[in-house]
Antibody
Framework: EVQLVESGGALVQPGGSLRLSCAAS????????MNWVRQAPGKGLEWVSY????????FYADSVKGRFTISRDNAKNSLYLQMNSLRDEDTAVFYC?????????????WGQGTLVTVSS | EIVMTQSPATLSVSPGERATLSCRAS??????LAWYQQKPGQAPRLLIY???TRATGIPARFSGSGSGTEFTLTISSLQSEDFAVYYC?????????FGQGTKVEIK
């Protein structure tokens, strides 16, 4: 069974930093591209970042470019999101999401999410 | 950035009735279009990819159609568990973008 379990969400002050983690199991993690998607309270879905299976290709949403860094450790079956210079508008549930096998595809498995709250 | 526009924002449907949800892209995304269902307090679930292919375990009452810029998700006979918010998403271009969602509520 595919499982994605996020952790690291917390209350943080504006300008602060946070590192999210996602533990993957039930599939060959090193073969799959991964994403982070977020959802502000009561709002829709916003794609945040993408990393290819071998970390050679990375993309970010403009809203987080230069502040967030995605990474992965295939030996540990883990995905990460380092978030710096956090703003009020970064408050959201962050989901770790697997991309279907193959190039350029849909998001087929989602974690339950971890809540990041940015507030003073 | 490709803007995805969903309509209507809210759809009121009686159980057993048909629901038709629309999604329009600001430029062609070919058939690189997915639909997701999200229930309150839950993570989204993939329903349709490639504009018309049902994901694993998705009932046949869900169907997708369209290509280019116009897409439709049809739920042929709404069940109680289908009342939720539905999102379309394009994966043809970066950044990936979602529509704002259509809430399907009980009439």
């Amino acid at each position: 069974e595919v499982q994605l379990v996020e952790s690291g969400g917390a209350l943080v002050q504006p300008g602060g930093s946070l590192r999210l983690s996602c533990a993957a199991s039930g599939f060959p993690f090193s073969s799959y591209s991964m994403n982070w998607v977020r959802q502000a309270p009561g709002k829709g879905l916003e794609w945040v970042s993408y990393i290819s299976s071998d970390s050679s290709t990375i993309f970010y949403a403009d809203s987080v470019k230069g502040r967030f860094t995605i990474s992965r450790d295939n030996a540990k079956n883990s995905l990460y999101l380092q978030m710096n210079s956090l703003r009020d508008e970064d408050t959201a549930v962050f989901y770790c999401v697997r991309e279907r096998y193959g190039s350029s595809s849909a998001l087929d498995y989602w974690g339950q999410g971890t809540l990041v709250t940015v507030s003073s | 950035e490709i803007v995805m526009t969903q309509s209507p924002a809210t759809l009121s449907v009686s159980p057993g009735e048909r629901a038709t949800l629309s999604c329009r892209a600001s430029q062609s995304v070919s058939n690189n279009l997915a639909w997701y269902q999200q229930k309150p307090g839950q993570a989204p679930r993939l329903l349709i990819y490639g504009a018309s292919t049902r994901a694993t375990g998705i009932p046949a009452r869900f169907s997708g159609s369209g290509s280019g810029t116009e897409f439709t998700l049809t739920i042929s006979s709404l069940q109680s568990e289908d009342f939720a918010v539905y999102y379309c998403q394009q994966y043809n271009n970066w950044p990936r973008t979602f529509g704002q969602g259509t809430k399907v509520e009980i009439k």
